[in-house]
């Protein structure tokens, strides 16, 4: 067997991208275990990218997808630099509130400020974080059509997000619920996903059809 062979598909679908430009040379790809919380991730500190074992079998355009996104997100990150910023920041002013007005009875108080302050923290930045989402769809989608000429990337993305919600999860896993909390609202639906790109791919119709109209 050959060292293409040994590769997983994510491996060489990774290593195409690179090869491309379209992923970073310093990108590094790293898998993690099928009871992993999520399925793919940017690493907003460091030059990687997270998958889910589960998925490193997948075709090779849901793939590019996925990783396109998450490629996108590890060099526009500005809008979640500020809302750990502003979170950090509020946390610190109100714990240091309660422990000056209730001493060490306050440390009690500490870890229970520090889950309720994160929604409402993420409230304030939830309009541009899922706005960073559509626009990491948009840029995969863009990426698929211009440089592997998929006609339509929103069909490509209902594959991905078909699988990615079909995977099963332990809902008993403390962390599963508390990602969840962390993560509510801060995406937007599929549906509203899907939408996105086949709006995009309808104005691109329209581009086409008028360029044929005063051609």
Not at 62 to 71: D, G, S, T, Y
Not at 81 to 86: D, H, M
Not at 146 to 156: A, G, M, T
Request: proline fraction near 5%.
């Amino acid at each position: 067997m050959t060292a293409d062979e040994e590769q997983k598909p994510i491996d060489r679908v990774f290593a195409e991208l690179k090869a491309k430009g379209l992923v970073a040379a310093k990108r590094k790809l790293v898998c993690k275990k099928p009871d992993w919380w999520c399925d793919f991730a940017a690493d907003r500190t460091r030059p990687v990218i997270y998958y889910n074992e589960r998925h490193s079998s997948l075709p090779e355009d849901p793939l590019r997808f996925a990783l396109l996104h998450e490629e996108y997100h590890t060099f526009n990150k500005k809008n979640w630099t500020r809302l750990s910023a502003f979170y950090s920041v509020c946390f610190v002013i109100v714990a240091l509130a309660i422990l000056r007005s209730l001493g060490i009875l306050g440390v009690i108080l500490i870890p229970v400020v520090l889950i309720a302050l994160w929604p409402a923290s993420s409230w304030v930045f939830k309009t541009a974080i899922r706005a960073d989402e559509t626009k990491a769809d948009l840029h995969a989608a863009k990426t698929l059509i211009e440089e592997f000429e998929i006609e339509e990337p929103s069909v490509v993305a209902t594959s991905i997000f078909k699988t990615i919600r079909a995977r099963p999860r332990n809902r008993r896993s403390l962390t599963y619920w508390v990602m969840r909390f962390l993560t509510a609202g801060l995406h937007p639906t599929d549906d509203e996903r899907i939408k996105a790109i086949q709006k995009y791919e309808e104005s691109l119709v329209k581009e086409a059809v008028k360029r044929m109209e005063f051609s």
